[in-house]
């Protein structure tokens, strides 16, 4: 499968490296860091969710096929 990786503008190039070679040896799966799979017709709801104090979601992905 393919993955699609965003970064927060803050980040730092060797934020990404080091995420890049924890995946890469298999040290963190990505499965683990999604909370939620969602279908993109909800990215409006799931972004609002996202930046309310509180919420119990922390990565969501979109379900794309």
Request: net charge negative.
């Amino acid at each position: 499968g393919q993955v699609t990786i965003l970064f927060p503008r803050g980040s730092q190039v060797a934020d990404w490296q080091q995420s890049l070679e924890l995946l890469s040896q298999k040290r963190i799966w990505i499965r683990d860091l999604i909370t939620e799979v969602r279908d993109p017709e909800t990215a409006r709801q799931t972004y609002a969710e996202l930046q309310e104090p509180g919420t119990s979601l922390i990565t969501v992905a979109f379900r794309w096929n």
